[in-house]
């Protein structure tokens, strides 16, 4: 199994439906982190959690809300999706060590029509 | 604003190739910089982490060197194989400072023949 698992792993939504994409971790991390690749664009970070009563806005947050439910579930809502959220959805842990590696989740593609 | 800038975005080799990828980043004050693999329908794996202070690391047929006065990181592949061909993403953690996000470069596409 997988030590960083995304749900799901493809989804396909219409303008303005509320999308909830799903993180959990085997991995015993305490920092979570949410990022979107868009062609030409690289990763960026959304939000990102140290641990459930820390969470915190990345570069690009808004449309956005995340819930750390707990220590190994972090979740990414699009209150109301838009097609420019139409990208792949990246979920990564670390352990806040001083290398401080991430390890990332397998990606969600995600269309908004 | 720090920028991590990859050349080329792709390449295309011949199994057996040694090959090198290049990062660059416009800010040299990085805590560490770290290298990626990216297959389709799988995310990223890390390959390499190079701290600041270190000039280079290396997994097995893999050599990642930095220098940080010049902004410049290489990804060394040795004898490429087919099971290579992946997009290799490098990325630099700008600081120590807890919550400091990781920034991407956008990455070059690698294919390797057989």
Known sequence: DADVTQTPRNRITKTGKRIMLECSQTKGHDRMYWYRQDPGLGLRLIYYSFDVKDINKGEISDGYSVSRQAQAKFSLSLESAIPNQTALYFCATSDGTEANIQYFGAGTRLSVL | KQEVTQIPAALSVPEGENLVLNCSFTDS??????????????????????????????????????????????????????????????????????????????????????
């Open chain 2, 29 to 114: 004050a990085i805590y560490n910089l770290q290298w990626f693999r990216q297959d389709p329908g799988k995310g990223l794996t890390s390959l390499l982490l190079i701290q600041s202070s270190q000039r280079e690391q290396t997994s097995g047929r893999l050599n990642a060197s930095l220098d940080k006065s010049s902004g410049r990181s290489t990804l060394y592949i040795a004898a490429s194989q087919p099971g290579d061909s992946a997009t290799y993403l490098c990325a630099v953690r700008p600081s120590s400072r807890a919550g400091t996000a990781l920034i991407f470069g956008k990455g070059t596409t690698l294919s390797v023949s057989s």
